[in-house]
């Protein structure tokens, strides 16, 4: 390695010339050889050598010619690190006379090597650290769902300490359920815990813990190292379990730290997505059936449409309205109508497909929004609601006798627009009911 020239230096400014090495170098190997190199100008010779023993390992800086028989002229230690300065024979009575500034220049290097290494150890957590809070920043910035937010917190936080794995468990019930889980073990799958004896045992406002500190280690997985409540307001919304670390450290107070600050971020994320799940819901789903309502299903409606136009697919529009309804209103109170439409809105839900759309338009009207599906196929869809009608009946004999009238349209053929189909159906529909009711029409029809 050819290191700039250090010029003559005199047994006085050693010192000096070993900390300017120091302030210079990038890596142990280059501070040692920079600080070698100053010898080797000061009594210009090659035949010195230095050797660096760390925790059982020892390294030569140095040419290899010569060294079985140098001998050892200084040394000095700082910390678990020892510096021997070797040379040859010839060389011993001069650095003999200059064996305490050189000493003394060499601790300065060693020390000054300790602090720098300590200060940038201290630097690449506070950058990491910073990092992490960023990303828990963007999370919290973004709007996801609640499972998206709950996979996104776990994986964050499972790379952050890089745990070899990690689970979130969420709270349902009785029990605290894993659900997500990451882990390079494939065969490992978490178990549930109870909610009444986690709650006994893990406290609110405990904060990040060992599993051994509270006793915890019977209820966790086998391998659990550190314990991440997420709590926030008063609430248990998640626990977070992480393993042991994928480099073989063992997790200290530092990311203890971290982990307390991450988590309560992690909370708020959560709860933001479930606050943000609640709003859409209410916006999008009818109180009483928990169908979606008018607003939505038009709102799907015309994306189906668009889709029908784009890819030149048919989808059928069917709506629904129940024969004399009234009559239970009249006979039964509203409460009792009420509970009629959620069983029937319990029974198209159970008719339908997954890709299919069930909503409430007002009243005792329903749609069903039957992508990729042609008006006879959603006859045959009626068919089957109308069957399982009559099972309700025979179920519910206190109601009495209740039909269905059935409206069908098509996109694109029956129109183009959300507006422009319902119309269509409707029509379909009101036919149905003007033929006394419990009928299936198609728009269309005469």
């Known amino acids: 390695m050819n290191l700039p020239s250090l010029g003559s230096a005199s047994p006085q400014t050693l010192p000096s010339a070993f900390a ?6 990038r890596s142990d190997v280059e501070l040692f050889e920079r ?3 100053a010898l080797v100008q000061r009594f210009q010779s090659e035949r010195i050598w230095f050797a660096v023993e760390t925790a059982g390992d020892r390294r030569q800086v140095g040419l290899d010619a010569g060294l079985l028989e140098a001998v050892e002229v200084a040394r000095c230690e700082s910390g678990a690190t020892t510096l021997h300065v070797l040379a040859g024979p ?18 300065v290097v060693l020390e000054l090597r300790s602090v720098l290494l300590d200060r940038q150890a201290a630097l690449d957590d506070a950058v990491f650290q910073l990092r992490a809070l960023r990303q828990v920043a963007r999370l919290l910035s973004s709007v996801h769902s609640t499972d998206e937010t709950e996979q996104l917190v776990l994986d964050f936080m499972a790379e952050v300490f890089f745990a070899w794995w990690a689970c979130l468990y969420r709270p349902a019930g009785a029990a605290f359920l894993p659900k997500h889980f990451r882990s390079l073990d494939k065969d490992r799958a978490p178990a549930s815990i109870g909610r009444t004896e986690l709650e006994q045992a893990l406290p609110l406002g405990i904060g990040v813990t060992d599993a051994e500190d509270l006793g915890l280690g019977v209820l966790l997985p086998a391998g659990t190292e550190m314990v991440v409540p997420l709590d926030a307001g008063g609430e248990r919304l998640a626990l977070l379990l992480l393993g042991s670390r994928l480099n073989g450290t063992k997790y200290g107070r530092a990311e203890r730290d971290l982990a307390a600050t991450l988590s309560f971020a992690a909370a708020i994320a959560l709860k933001n997505a479930e606050l943000v799940e609640r709003l859409q819901n209410q916006a999008t789903t009818d109180d009483l059936t928990g169908l979606f309502n008018r607003r939505a299903i038009e709102e799907r409606l015309d994306a189906e449409i668009s889709r029908s136009n784009r890819h030149q697919i048919r989808t059928s529009i069917v709506l629904i309205d129940l024969d004399r309804f009234k009559s239970i209103n009249d006979t039964f109170g509203h409460a009792a109508g009420d509970r009629y439409l959620v069983l029937v809105s319990h029974l198209l839900r159970q008719q339908v497909r997954t890709l299919d759309v069930v909503g409430r338009l007002g009243g005792d009207e329903f749609i069903v929004i039957l992508p990729m599906t042609t008006p006879a196929e959603g006859g045959v869809f009626a068919g089957r609601v109308r069957q399982g009608m009559q099972q309700l009946i025979r179920h519910h004999p206190e109601f009495g006798s209740v039909s269905l009238s059935f409206g069908l349209a098509e996109a694109p053929k029956d129109g183009l627009t959300p507006a422009a189909v319902l119309a269509a159906a409707d029509a379909a529909l009101y036919l149905a009911k003007r033929r006394g009711g419990d009928q299936v029409v198609t728009a269309g029809e005469t």
């Open 20 to 25: 300017q090495a120091c302030r210079q170098s």
């Open 35 to 37: 600080c070698r190199e």
């Open 90 to 107: 010839e060389l011993v009575d001069r650095l003999h006379g200059v064996a305490a500034p050189l000493a003394l220049g060499l601790s």
